[in-house]
Structures are given as C-alpha cells and as structure tokens.
C-alpha cells in the first residue's frame, strides 16, 4: 500500500504561482511513475504531468512551459510549480503512483482556484 497526501492548493489570482507538494508513505519513486492529475467541475479527469523512475518528465500541452514536476527522492515528495496561472487552471488536482495497471493509487486531492 501506498498513501499519497497532496498540500499547496489554494486560492491565486490569475499570473500567480503554486507549489504543489505530494508526500509518499515510502520510498517508490525507483519503482513507481508519478504523475498530477486534475479535475475541473463536470469534466473529466485529465492528465498535467508525470515524471518516470529515470527522471524523465511529460506534460499536457495546456501546461507546457508553465508548470514543472519535479520530485525529492530523500523527502519522498513531489512537487508541480505552476507559474503564470490561469482561471482555467482551476481544479482539484491529484497526486498518483502508478506501477502498470494492478498498482494504481490517489492522493484525496487539493483544491486550486485562480480568480481575481
């Protein structure tokens, strides 16, 4: 088992930044892909990022070169710094570990909203 706790979320104005954070219970980032998910009102849940055990990072092109996971394998933790927010950026976004399809796991969730 793996439990994922999500903090960082909150309320920004639009061009703000957040950090995201995501702590693991144990060590897995060797053995598990780490991505953010998020989910706006009445959408689905869609991916923002992942970051695979060799370090190797993807985004959603709604993202790209405004936010960036990254992780710190002493801490157990991974981060999303979102910079240059938008309003359509707001959703709950979620943490997941992920290692194939029988290993799959969420964290509960943080809220982010960007409003003026």
């Known amino acids: 088992q793996v439990q994922l706790v999500e903090s960082g979320g909150g309320l920004v104005q639009p061009g703000g930044s957040l950090r995201l954070s995501c702590a693991a219970s144990?060590?897995?980032?060797?053995?598990?892909?780490m991505g953010w998910y998020r989910q706006a009102p009445g959408k689905e849940r869609e991916l923002v990022a992942t970051?695979?055990?060799?370090?190797?990072?993807n985004y959603a092109d709604s993202v790209k070169d405004r936010f960036t996971i990254s992780r710190d394998n002493a801490k157990n933790t991974v981060y999303l710094r979102m910079n240059s927010l938008k309003p359509e950026d707001t959703a709950v976004y979620y943490c997941n570990a992920q290692n194939g399809p029988r290993y799959v796991y969420w964290g509960q969730g943080t809220q982010v909203t960007v409003s003026s």
């Open positions: 144990r060590s897995i980032f060797s053995v598990y892909v």
């Open positions: 970051i695979t055990t060799s370090g190797s990072t």
